[in-house]
C-alpha cells in the first residue's frame, strides 16, 4: 500500500517550475510541467548535489542549476552522454491537490 | 499505414539525411536502403588513412548493419537499383525485384572521373574512391614496386602518400603547373612540392597523359611530350561526375547533376536528391560540409516540417595532406578589383595570402601555419569590415582580437595528456578517444560526449581544431550559419529577425510559430528567446520560469545551494551608515562570509533561499537596491577617487562613475556588462579592459569599448574622444543600446565587436550623431520601466516562492 501524504495545490507550483518540500530525510523537489504533470524528485543532482528544483524546466526534463546536467523528470535518470541517477516519487493530483508517497 | 520511403545510395549524405530525418520524425516512414557496396555506412573520407595503414575498415565505419536493424531500416546493401518508375512509384533492382515508394531520396553520389586513354581498361589501372580500390592498392603494393598518380589534386596526393607509405616509388603526373589548383595558387604549390619530394615522392608537372600501355597489366605510360614512364600501378584521381544515368533514365531533370532547388527537390516533387549527385544553382559539391546541411534541410522537408532553406555558403578545406597544414577558402586568386595582403617564409615553410575586396576579407590560402584559417573564414563570411585590422590581420588573430582562448595556438603538437578543457578537465586524449569512438562529427556532439567546451567555452577554438585533425582529410564541419540550439535549425540572428518582422510577442507564440522542435524549448534557447523578447517589446511580460535561477531569484547560486547577496554601492562609494547597516544585516542573517568584490562591492556569501526575501527588505529599509551581480545586465560601475582627492585626477571620476551607474542599472544585457571611470591616464579603476570604459584627461574623456579581464583578457578598444560628460554620458548609453539590440544572447561586447568590426559601431554611434541620439533615447525610455528594484518587488509580493511548499517530520 502506498502511503499519500499531502502536498499542496497544484496552483501553488509554477508552471514550467518548482518548489521544494523538506522532509527529515532531505529536501523533495515537487515539478510542475507546462501541461500540468506533476513529479517529485530527490533535491539533488546526482553529479554535484545542485539543487534541481531551482533549473529549467521543459518538457519532461530539468536543468541542473550548477553544470546543466539534465535529468528526467519521471525516473530521476541523467538524460544524453550523462550517466547518473536521483531518487524519484510518486504523485498524484486529485481535486486539484498534490500528493506524494514518499 | 505509414508512408514508404526509399533511399538510393548507401553513402555518408543519404545516411546523415536519414539521421536527421529520424531525429524529427522518427515514425513517420517505413524506410527502404539500397547500397552498391557490401558494406553499411562508412566514411569515405577516411579512406586515405586507411590505405595509409593509420586505420581500419572497422574503425571508418559510421553506421554497422546493427544500427538500420535498430532504427527499422530495411538496408540491401550490394543491390543495385536500375530502374525508376516514377509513374507507378516503384524502384527495380538488376535482378528484377521490385519495390514501391512514396518518397524517394536519390544520394547516388559520385564516381571518379576516368580520362578515355587507350589502355585505361588494363589491369592495374583503378581510380580511388571506395574500399575496393583501397584493397587493390594495398595487394599490389604487396608485390609490385612503382606506382603513378595521375592528378595532382587533394585525393591524388593523399593517394600517393598512402602508396609511399605502403612502400611504393610512386610519381605523381599533373597537368598544370600548380599542384592542388582548386585550393592553392602558386606560391604556396611551391612549397609544398619541395616538401613533398623531400619526403620521396616524384612529380611530373605540365605533363598530359597519351596512353597506358602494357600486355597483361600495365606497364608503362607514354605522354603527349613523347616521354615515358614505367609503372605497375596507374591511380587515376582527375576529378569526379556526379552519377545522375539513373535519375536522367527515369526522366528527372539532370545538367551537370542532379538538379534540385532550394527545398532539396527535383523535377520531380515526390523525388528529392542530396550529395555529390546535386546540382543547387550551378554548383555541385565534393566537400562533406555542404552535404550535411543539405542533408538537414532535406529532412527537414522529408518530416513535412517545410520552413528550411539550402543556401549554399562558401567552403573552407583545411587539410592535412601528408603531416602538411595548408587551408583555403573562398576567393584565394583575386583579380583587378581584389587587392591582396602576401605573407611569405620559405625557409619556415610559410605562406600566407588574404584577398580583400571593398575592404572585407573575400579569400584566404595559407599554408604552413593555418592556425588561423577559422578566424578567416569566420571573417570571410560574417562580411566584417577588416580596414581597420588590416595592417595586423596577416599576422592573426592573436595579433588583434583577443576575445577567445590565449596560450595555446596549435593543438596538433600536444601531448595526449594535455588539459584542453580547464573548467571540466578534459584532456587532448579523451577528446580525441571520444572523436574516434563515438563516431562524433560535431562541436555538439563532442560537448555532449566529453563535456570539453560546454562551460565557459574559451576552449571551443581548440576542440574545433582537434575534431579537424581527428577526422582528418578535407573534413570541416563548419556550417555556414550556427544553429541557436537543437530545438531549431535558425540562428541567433535569423531568430532576432523574425520577432520583428513577425511581431512575435511570447516565447509560446514564437514556438509555434517558427516550428520549435520541441514544445517547451530547453534550457539554452529559453533564456535567449525572454531576453529577444524583453529587449525588443517594450511592453514584453517577462517570463521567470525561462530565465537561470541567479536572474530568476536575483541572487547568485553557489555550489552548496545557498545564494550570495550584492548590495549596489553606486560607484564604489559609500559610507559609515551603510557599512553599518551591512554589518548588521550580516549578524542577523548568520553571513559566514563577506567579502569586497572585483567590482568595488560587498558580497555576502552563503545566504540560504528562505532568507533571501527577508535580507532583501532589511537592504531596502537601509537604503540598498539589488546590485545585480547575478545577472546579465550592468554589473558595476568601477571608480577612482579622481580630481576630488587625487593630487594627479582631472576629472570627477567617481562623480561620473556615480551618474553614469545611476543611469545605466537594472538594465538588462546579451551578457554582463561592466563599466569604470579612471580620472587619469594612470587609469587605476582599470577602465581600459571594461564593456565601457572611460578614462579622463585634462581635455575631456577618452572612451573605450569592448575590454575584457577574464577568460583572456582584452584590452578595449578606443572609440572616440569627447568633452564633456553629457557626452560621454550619451555616448555611452547609446552604445549600451546597440550593444543590446545588436548582440546574441551571451555574446559579451568583445567577440561582438570583433564579429560586426569596431568601424561599424564607430559609425553608428560616433559618426552618425543623429543614430547615437535614437539609440540613446531608445535607452532612456526602456530604462524608465528597468529601475524598479527587484528586491523590493519580491519581498513584498513574492515571498511565496522562495519558501518551501511544505514541511513534513
Request: charge should be negative; charged fraction near 25%.
Amino acid at each position: 500500500m502506498q502511503n499519500w501524504t499531502e502536498v499542496g495545490p497544484v496552483e501553488s507550483v509554477p508552471q514550467k517550475g518548482s518548489r521544494v518540500m523538506t522532509t527529515p530525510d532531505g529536501d523533495v523537489a515537487i515539478f510542475r510541467t507546462s501541461s500540468d504533470e506533476v513529479f517529485a524528485l530527490f533535491d539533488q543532482c546526482p553529479h554535484k548535489k545542485g539543487p534541481l528544483s531551482q533549473g529549467i524546466v521543459y518538457d519532461k526534463r530539468v536543468a541542473c542549476p550548477l553544470h546543466n546536467w539534465v535529468i528526467a523528470l519521471s525516473s530521476g535518470e541523467a538524460t544524453g552522454p550523462d550517466e547518473g541517477c536521483t531518487r524519484s516519487f510518486a504523485t498524484k493530483v486529485e481535486d486539484g491537490m498534490i500528493y506524494i508517497s514518499l | 499505414m505509414k508512408e514508404k520511403l526509399v533511399l538510393i545510395g548507401n553513402g555518408m549524405a543519404g545516411v546523415r539525411t536519414l539521421e536527421e530525418l529520424l531525429k524529427l520524425a522518427p515514425e513517420k516512414y517505413d524506410i527502404t536502403v539500397f547500397g552498391d557496396e557490401p558494406y553499411g555506412n562508412y566514411n569515405r573520407i577516411m579512406l586515405s588513412p586507411v590505405l595509409a595503414g593509420d586505420k581500419t575498415i572497422d574503425q571508418i565505419m559510421i553506421n554497422d548493419r546493427q544500427w538500420y536493424i535498430d532504427n527499422g531500416i530495411t538496408l540491401h546493401a550490394g543491390k543495385k537499383i536500375t530502374h525508376i518508375n516514377r509513374v507507378r512509384r516503384q524502384v527495380e533492382t538488376a535482378e528484377g525485384e521490385v519495390f514501391e515508394y512514396d518518397r524517394l531520396l536519390l544520394a547516388t553520389g559520385s564516381r571518379p572521373f576516368m580520362l578515355p586513354l587507350p589502355g585505361r581498361d588494363l589491369p592495374g589501372v583503378i581510380s580511388f574512391r571506395d574500399i575496393a580500390d583501397v584493397d587493390t592498392m594495398l595487394e599490389t603494393a604487396k608485390s609490385y614496386k612503382k606506382a603513378v598518380v595521375i592528378g595532382g589534386g587533394l585525393l591524388g596526393l593523399e593517394a600517393a602518400n598512402g602508396l609511399m607509405i605502403q612502400g611504393m616509388e610512386v610519381t605523381v603526373v599533373h597537368i598544370a603547373d600548380v599542384l592542388m589548383n582548386q585550393q592553392l595558387d602558386k606560391p604556396a604549390s611551391d612549397l609544398m612540392l619541395n616538401e613533398l619530394q623531400a619526403k620521396g615522392l616524384k612529380f611530373l608537372m605540365s605533363h598530359e597523359t597519351a596512353a597506358i600501355e602494357g600486355k597483361k597489366r600495365v606497364e608503362k605510360i607514354v605522354f603527349k611530350n613523347g616521354t615515358e614512364i614505367d609503372t605497375d600501378l596507374v591511380v587515376m584521381a582527375v576529378g569526379i561526375r556526379p552519377n545522375i544515368e539513373l535519375a536522367q533514365s527515369a526522366g528527372i531533370h539532370c545538367e551537370r547533376g542532379i538538379v534540385v532547388d532550394d527545398t532539396m527537390q527535383t523535377f520531380d516533387p515526390k523525388v528529392y536528391a542530396v550529395g555529390e549527385c546535386v546540382q543547387h544553382r550551378g554548383a555541385t559539391f565534393g566537400l562533406v560540409a555542404p552535404l550535411f546541411e543539405q542533408a538537414k534541410v532535406c529532412a527537414n522537408h522529408l518530416a513535412q516540417m517545410g520552413i528550411a532553406r539550402y543556401v549554399s555558403s562558401i567552403t573552407s578545406t583545411k587539410l592535412k595532406v601528408t603531416g602538411i597544414d595548408l587551408f583555403s577558402a573562398g576567393n584565394f586568386i583575386g583579380d583587378e578589383s581584389t587587392e591582396d595582403l602576401v605573407f611569405k617564409d620559405a625557409a619556415r615553410h610559410v605562406y600566407k595570402k588574404l584577398v580583400i575586396q571593398d575592404d572585407k576579407l573575400i579569400g584566404a590560402v595559407l599554408y604552413g601555419d593555418t592556425v588561423d584559417g577559422a578566424w578567416y573564414f569566420q571573417l570571410m563570411r560574417d562580411g566584417t569590415d577588416v580596414s581597420s585590422i588590416r595592417e595586423n590581420m596577416l599576422f592573426g588573430q592573436h595579433h588583434i582580437g583577443d576575445s577567445g582562448h590565449g596560450a595555446t595556438n596549435s593543438v596538433d603538437g600536444l601531448p595526449d595528456d594535455a588539459e584542453i578543457c580547464g573548467c571540466n578537465g578534459v584532456c587532448k586524449g579523451d577528446i580525441v578517444k571520444a572523436i574516434s569512438k563515438h563516431s562524433l562529427f560535431t562541436l555538439d556532439e563532442v560537448k555532449a560526449h566529453t563535456k570539453a567546451s560546454a562551460s565557459c567555452g574559451s576552449c571551443t577554438g581548440l576542440v574545433e581544431q582537434l575534431l579537424a585533425s581527428t577526422l582528418g582529410s578535407d573534413f570541416n564541419d563548419t556550417p555556414s550559419k550556427k544553429a541557436m540550439c537543437g530545438c531549431t535549425s535558425m540562428s541567433h540572428g535569423e531568430v532576432k529577425n523574425a520577432i520583428k518582422d513577425q511581431g512575435l510577442k511570447t516565447i509560446s507564440d514564437l514556438m509555434v510559430a517558427l516550428d520549435w522542435k520541441n514544445a517547451d524549448g530547453c534550457h539554452s534557447c529559453r533564456p535567449a528567446l525572454n531576453y529577444y523578447l524583453l529587449s525588443t517589446w517594450p511592453d514584453y511580460q517577462d517570463d521567470p520560469q525561462s530565465r537561470f535561477i541567479n536572474e530568476r531569484v536575483h541572487a547568485n547560486i553557489q555550489k552548496d545551494g545557498t545564494y550570495s547577496v550584492v548590495p549596489r554601492i553606486w560607484g564604489g562609494v559609500t559610507n559609515a551608515n551603510e557599512l553599518r547597516a551591512i554589518a548588521d544585516i550580516s549578524d542577523k542573517y548568520n553571513v559566514p562570509t563577506v567579502k569586497i568584490t572585483g567590482g568595488q562591492r560587498i558580497d555576502l556569501l552563503g545566504v540560504k533561499k528562505d532568507d533571501l526575501p527577508k535580507m532583501w527588505a532589511d537592504l531596502s529599509e537601509a537604503g540598498f537596491v539589488s546590485g545585480h551581480a547575478y545577472g546579465k545586465s550592468l554589473r558595476t560601475v568601477k571608480t577612482c577617487v579622481g580630481s576630488e582627492w587625487c593630487r594627479f585626477g582631472t576629472q570627477d571620476s567617481t562623480g561620473l562613475g556615480i551618474k553614469v551607474e545611476k543611469m545605466t542599472w537594472g538594465s538588462w544585457t546579451p551578457h554582463k556588462f561592466k563599466i569604470a571611470v579612471s580620472g587619469c591616464p594612470r587609469n587605476c579603476a582599470e577602465a581600459t579592459i571594461k564593456d565601457f570604459g572611460i578614462v579622463c584627461v585634462d581635455s575631456g574623456y577618452e572612451l573605450h569599448v569592448g575590454g575584457n579581464g577574464g577568460i583572456k583578457v582584452r584590452a578595449t578598444d578606443f572609440l572616440c574622444k569627447v568633452v564633456t560628460e553629457e557626452e560621454a554620458m550619451e555616448y555611452c548609453a547609446a552604445f549600451m543600446q546597440l550593444y543590446r539590440e545588436d548582440a546574441h544572447y551571451l555574446e559579451r561586447t568583445a567577440p561582438w565587436i570583433e564579429r560586426v568590426g569596431l568601424k561599424s559601431v564607430q559609425a553608428k554611434v560616433v559618426e552618425d550623431h543623429e543614430n547615437r541620439k535614437v539609440l540613446a533615447q531608445r535607452f532612456y525610455e526602456s530604462q524608465e520601466r528597468s529601475q524598479d528594484d527587484p528586491w523590493a518587488e519580491h519581498a513584498a509580493k513574492q515571498r511565496e516562492n522562495y519558501i518551501p511548499i511544505k514541511q513534513v517530520g
